[in-house]
């Protein structure tokens, strides 16, 4: 496969309000395509928060429908080629409706992280199924910190505690993670087609969450194939896996940080200081307050 130029890509990138989001102009310049985006019934949309699992459910995805496939798929298309990313729109990849409505296969994986609320109308009116994935925020920030210092396409993230008094303020690309994991969970109530997922289940019990995506997809993938997809989408095996590691797009640094960085719950605690973890509690119980959603940090 050819290695996108992203040479164009200037280092780090500013933030600026977008509906009520933190957004980045490689987001949002392609907007009135995003928001009259055509889904289709048979879509699947992954809608994350970033940081939470995102490329791990689309390769797991991409290997229950299309595992078994021509075998060049798997080894010369990037998964970020494979499952668009809807709202991107940066030099060197085509954008993501451009890619996702060349999409030859049936269904479309389509990926997003945008907030519920700015979701295209037509996959609500389409009523396409959703797998939205959420992580526990302290880990989640942590992840987002090293991905924010290695990714030129992102906002500079300063020091570690820079970077989390925003993350505490919603103050990072797509905006408030509070926001985000409460208003899909609230979506959940009314909208049957959405399966709402932990990335720490996903480490407790691979094995069980690939039988979840099964049953709630209607796939009657066989015990040995579930087996082996989910030996496939181990850290290690898709941190080895070129077109999973996402060591073909140049905007990413990865002498700063790798792509696939550690992959556990719980790596907050190297992180976060006594009072640093004292602050965030008190935040959280407050923006939370109100929500139903649990989440773990460690297991
Ligand atoms: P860490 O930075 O904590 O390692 P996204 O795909 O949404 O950008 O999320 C990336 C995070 O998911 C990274 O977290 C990455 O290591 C983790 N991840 C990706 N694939 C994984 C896997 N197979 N097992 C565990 N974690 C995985």
Redesign the pocket.
């Known amino acids: 496969m050819e290695i996108p130029d992203m040479s164009s890509v200037s280092k780090y990138q500013s933030l600026f309000d977008f509906e009520g989001i933190s957004m980045t102009h490689y987001l949002t310049d392609n907007w009135e395509k995003v928001k009259n985006f055509q889904a289709r019934p048979d879509d699947i949309l992954i809608a994350?928060?970033?940081?939470?699992?995102?490329?791990?459910?689309?390769?797991t995805l991409d290997l229950l429908y299309f595992g078994n496939d021509a075998p060049e798929r798997q080894t010369s298309q990037p998964i970020y080629m494979r499952v668009p990313f809807l709202e991107s729109y940066i030099q060197g990849i085509p954008s993501g409706t451009e890619l996702a409505d060349n999409l030859p296969t049936s269904p479309r994986l389509i990926k997003t992280?945008l907030p519920v609320q700015l979701v295209p109308k037509s996959f609500w009116e389409q009523n396409s199924r959703i797998v939205y994935?959420a992580?526990n925020a302290k880990?989640?920030a942590?992840?987002?910190f090293?991905?924010d210092r290695m990714n030129m396409g992102e906002p500079e993230p300063g020091d570690w505690n820079t970077f989390l008094q925003t993350f505490i303020e919603g103050n990072r690309v797509f905006g408030s993670w509070y926001d985000h994991v409460n208003g899909w969970w609230e979506k959940k109530q009314t909208y049957s087609n959405l399966l709402y997922m932990f990335?720490e289940d996903?480490?407790e019990d691979?094995g069980r969450e690939v039988a979840r995506l099964c049953s709630f997809l209607g796939l009657s993938t066989s015990a040995e194939q579930k087996e082996k997809i989910t030996k496939g989408?181990?850290?290690?095996?898709?941190?080895q896996n070129k077109m999973?590691n996402y060591s073909t797009l140049p905007v990413m640094d990865f002498k700063i940080?790798?792509?696939?960085?550690?992959?556990?719950v719980g790596?907050w605690k190297s992180h976060f200081t006594v009072a640093q973890n004292e602050q965030f509690d008190e935040v959280y119980k407050q923006k939370m307050k109100n929500a139903t959603v649990k989440f773990r940090t460690e297991i």
């Open positions: 994350t928060y970033p940081k939470a699992g995102t490329t791990w459910v689309s390769y992280h994935v992580r880990d989640n942590v992840s987002y090293h991905f990335f996903m480490v691979t989408v181990q850290f290690d095996a898709m941190k999973t940080s790798p792509f696939m960085r550690k992959g556990k790596d």
